[in-house]
């Protein structure tokens, strides 16, 4: 979700609407990650997709370097939110300081065949992307039922599901059935005594705008 992103972006873009628009999107990129980076680390990660919309690279912050991939139309999104807190700070803080070699290349070779599964529309390549052997093992008993809201996702049809950022929020990939699988994660919750609001969207490919 990048609330702290979303809420960097927000304010950057509508001063700049006021003033007249003097800085691109581009520029009010570099404002907004310097302000995201006093709550959540320096990273464009949650800004520049918040700001221009689509599905993106981020190759290099010096220089800026910002990839635009392919979207998929047929993809949906399930975003479900448990009624808890997690800090970012706290979230971030057991994150490994180090990386083992094997989960490193674990890690850099679900990057590369999910990039490939994009600009090739391959689903089933996609599907077998979405794991994650670093963030994912160290950030889940954070959240309740964690593995129980993953494995009802995944029983309901998604194609692959996760902790979005440091948490809450957990989101699953769907071709079809994504109310189905809505369902199932917010049952899971409940199970855990977790209520839960969800969100089902497809990837927006406009980011901020002004709403008349």
């Known amino acids: 979700m990048g609330s702290s992103g979303a809420s960097a972006v927000a304010a950057a873009f509508g001063v700049n609407q006021l003033l007249g628009k003097p800085l691109s999107n581009h520029q009010l990129i570099e404002v907004c990650i310097e302000v995201e980076a006093r709550v959540s680390g320096r990273h464009a990660d949650n800004v520049a997709p918040c700001l221009l919309g689509g599905l993106l690279l981020i190759r290099s912050l010096s220089p800026l370097d910002i990839i635009s991939l392919p979207i998929l139309k047929k993809l949906t999104f399930v975003v479900v939110t448990p009624k808890m807190e997690i800090a970012t700070k706290a979230a971030r803080d057991m994150l490994p300081k180090t990386i083992p070699l094997k989960s490193m ?11 490939a599964a994009f ?10 992307s979405l794991t994650d052997e670093v963030v994912e093992p160290a950030r889940a008993h954070l959240i309740p039922g964690f593995h129980k809201v993953k494995a009802s996702a995944l029983e309901a049809g998604a194609m692959g599901c996760s902790m979005s950022g440091s948490g809450p929020s957990v989101f699953a990939l769907c071709i079809e059935n994504a109310s189905l699988v809505a369902r199932a994660m917010t049952k899971a919750f409940l199970n855990e005594n977790l209520k839960s609001q969800k969100i089902i969207s497809p990837i927006s490919l406009v980011g901020a705008r002004e709403i008349l």
């Open 105 to 115: 290349v674990h890690n850099s070779g679900n990057l590369a065949s999910m990039i």
């Open 119 to 128: 600009h090739s529309g391959d689903f089933e390549l996609l599907a077998r």
